[in-house]
């Protein structure tokens, strides 16, 4: 299968026509896998699978990028639905159940045995080469429908429930309407404060607030000499002499 999508992508690249051309998105947590594939094709001695690998990553066909699939900024999922898609190029959504009918399922049945047989009788002894062949593939293809088909619809399911507006809209309702009658409360329950006046505001804001003296205040407290205002007093001045005191 993994061949099959490398030779593949190698004809789409090759067969463009635009210049320049679309290059295969690879994600960088992809790239380790992909390495390891080609490491199993060369060890197969699968040397023309190598080959179409190293022509693709010589014309740089590879665009490595973050993530698998591109993103892009406030873009919502349902507008890529929205945008207008020719209905030629849109596959109905029945169309793997359509092409994996009873009849192709004994041709593939047929077809993978015979490789198998083809397989052995080239190499008579055990190769560990034939773990290439994917074993049980004919009920891996079916479960693999069968899982697609029961996705579809529950998808679809998922989304017929999301567009209906009844339940949606009368929700939104009762939620406005609970909303509305909790404010009505809240906004009716409110109580007048009465304004402090500016002097007992000030006292309770002394309260809260401590003022630390100052310098000179606490100096005075410590020698004492607040309050001393004799007429007998000398000041003592740094700057100036001492002037006798006239009668």
Not at 65 to 76: D, E, G, I
Not at 102 to 123: A, G, P, W
Not at 215 to 225: A, F, I
């Amino acid at each position: 299968i993994r061949v099959g999508a490398l030779y593949l992508l190698y004809g789409l690249f090759n067969s463009q026509l635009a210049f320049p051309k679309e290059k295969i998105r690879i994600a960088l947590k992809e790239w380790q896998n992909v390495m390891l594939f080609e490491k199993d094709a060369i060890k197969a001695q699968h040397y023309d699978v190598a080959y179409v690998f190293r022509k693709l990553l010589k014309a740089k066909a590879f665009s490595f990028t973050a993530m698998p699939n591109p993103l892009s900024f406030r873009l919502k999922r349902g507008d890529e639905r929205r945008r207008n898609m020719v209905a030629e190029f849109v596959e109905p959504p029945s169309r793997p159940q359509e092409l994996v009918t009873k009849e192709m399922v004994e041709e593939i049945t047929n077809i993978h045995s015979h490789y198998e047989d083809l397989k052995k009788t080239i190499l008579s002894e055990p190769n560990p080469n034939l773990d290439l062949v994917q074993q049980n593939l004919v009920p891996k293809m079916n479960v693999a429908v069968m899982t697609y088909s029961s996705w579809q619809r529950n998808h679809s399911n998922f989304e017929k429930e999301d567009t209906g507006e009844g339940p949606s809209n009368q929700e939104s309702s009762s939620r406005a309407q609970l909303l509305a009658s909790i404010k009505a409360k809240s906004y009716g329950q409110v109580v007048e404060t009465e304004l402090i006046p500016s002097t007992e505001a000030g006292t309770t804001q002394g309260h809260k607030k401590t003022q630390v003296p100052s310098l000179k205040r606490r100096t005075e407290l410590l020698l004492g000499t607040q309050g001393i205002e004799s007429p007998n007093f000398t000041q003592m001045w740094c700057l100036s002499s001492v002037k006798e005191i006239k009668p």
